[in-house]
């Protein structure tokens, strides 16, 4: 029998699992169901070191986040931000730079159902239920929020997502889209699954998503550096999650072993 809870909309259908809450039990969140846990087993079984890369993944988005406010940007584009979870992306930017604006985006029903609770008294933040590669519909519903002045740099974040962009959907023209609609002192932050660093668990981590809601499509060092055409990467470049300018006094985890690439790139 499919759970129900009093936060799920009334059209989700909680027998099939969603990406954005399969991350969520991976980080050991408690917005998933036993679909979304029964996958994320499956998903465990072919990438045994899948918790770390999704704990990786968190950290990277936090660096990046307190980069860009070091750098003056004090409002966040989040395409396919998921499940709010602790030290989302308003609230490392309110600590670090209180003031900062943040629109949240994503189109999957739970994460933005507990996204518009969490955020229903902040007056700085809100979420949009767009999906990422219509940038036209994304950018609108951004403008309309009046959170956002596109005449001041803007940090547009995609941490953990594009690898669920499929070839036929163009996602260097997805990302030339935002790049092209944000001003100079821009930044674009992304990271995403690859197969150049775990082949095989890659491999088995494709294969387990191919049937679901959400199948993945790893990209090569080549293809992701490539979605930051028209930047100037920030150092050190393109590089595996704890690569990225990690904290002094953090360990260094197995860079081979990270299994998803990530850069921040500068728009001139």
Known sequence: MAERLSWVPDEVDTGLPSAARLYDYLLGGGHNFAADRELAEKFLLAQPNARTIAR????????????????????????????????????????????????????EDVAVAHSRMLLAEDDRSTILQEDMTDPDAVLAGVRATGLIDFAEPIGVLAVGVFHFVPPDRDPAGVVAAYRDAVPPGSFLALSQFT????????????????????PMYPRTHAEISALFEGLDLVEPGVVPLPLWRPEEGALEEDSERAGIFAGVGRKA
């Open 195 to 214: 197969s150049d660093l775990q082949p095989e668990e890659m491999s088995g981590v494709v294969a387990v998503m191919r049937d679901s809601a959400n």
């Open 56 to 107: 990786l993944n968190r950290a990277f988005l936090r660096r990046a986040v307190l980069h860009l406010v070091d750098a003056g940007v004090r409002q966040f584009l989040d395409l396919g931000s998921g499940i709010p979870t602790v030290g989302n992306v308003h609230e490392i930017a309110h600590r670090a730079a209180p003031g900062s604006r943040v629109v949240y985006v994503d189109y």
